[in-house]
């Protein structure tokens, strides 16, 4: 482990000791058995239990509905994937401890969640295909997200990414909020929506060339049309949502591989 990972994971460590007291207050009820630690060692980061005010704002910025399929990445106790099985998705933990794993399917079973709405699997982090998934729920440090990170920016546009405290890098957070009530400790939820990956040459139609640079979900670029170039402003991809203004005009649309269908105005679109 490098300097700056080595003095990250202290620092996570030592706000351990602060969070234990208020961590207990939001541990769900535990079936007899297996008692886990907060700040016990795992494979890539110790653990510590998401508030439950905090796992609610999540599936709450997440939009989560039950036509979603809920992975939670690093899923501990199972709080969050019972609590998006019992919003009605279909919801998957990730979790490298086997006693972590039983004592989640216990707690499942002691909600009243059904086996076929939540699931959790003993897998490693980097060895679990999560494609299928609309939402990526997770709690893990810096270093993690940054190495999940380019295989989360190749999931379908659109699929919600909600971490708790912790950043994807220079990815920025499309939202950030922080809880106030029933939350002392890692209360801040930041959420990302995967964009779809338009940095190119486009022609358009009715005419005109469209030249886009892409930084995660910003953009910028040209548009060429006629003899008038205009650089593009206020760009931004939200999943498959095209938005840009470029010549006094606000360009919308939906980007679907080498397609863009324009939604405003009326009759543009491109191809790649």
């Known amino acids: 482990m490098t300097a700056a990972p080595l003095l990250r994971q202290i620092v996570f460590t030592l706000l351990i000791g602060v969070a234990v007291g208020a961590c207990a207050q939001n541990q769900p009820a535990k079936p007899s058995g297996y008692e886990p630690q907060v700040g016990q060692e795992g494979k890539d980061v110790v653990w510590v239990p998401t508030p439950q005010a905090l796992v609610d704002r999540m599936l709450d910025m997440a939009k989560v509905t039950s036509s979603d399929y809920v992975m939670d990445l690093g899923s501990g106790d199972g709080r969050t994937v019972i609590t998006a099985a019992k919003r009605g998705a279909r919801a998957t933990g990730i979790e490298y401890n086997p006693d972590m794993v039983e004592l989640s399917k216990k707690n499942a079973a002691a909600a009243g969640v059904k ?158």
């Open 115 to 272: 086996e076929d709405r939540a699931t959790f699997m003993k897998a490693d982090l980097f060895e679990t295909d999560f494609s299928k998934a609309t939402v990526i729920t997770m709690f893990l440090l810096p270093d993690i997200n940054l190495r999940l990170r380019p295989k989360i920016l190749d999931m379908r546009p659109g699929t919600r990414i909600v971490s708790n405290t912790f950043t994807m890098g220079e990815w920025e957070a499309d939202v950030t909020e922080t809880v106030s009530e029933g939350c002392t400790t890692w209360c801040t939820a930041l959420h990302w929506i995967v964009p779809a990956k338009v940095e190119g040459a486009w022609k358009m139609a009715p005419g005109g060339e469209l030249a886009l640079t892409q930084t995660f979900q910003k953009l910028s670029g040209t548009l060429r049309n006629g003899g008038n170039t205009s650089p593009i402003t206020e760009g931004k991809m939200r999943g498959d949502e095209i938005t840009f203004k470029a010549g006094g005009t606000t360009y919308t649309g939906r980007v679907s591989g080498n397609t863009i269908k324009g939604t405003s105005p009326n009759g543009w679109s491109a191809t790649k």
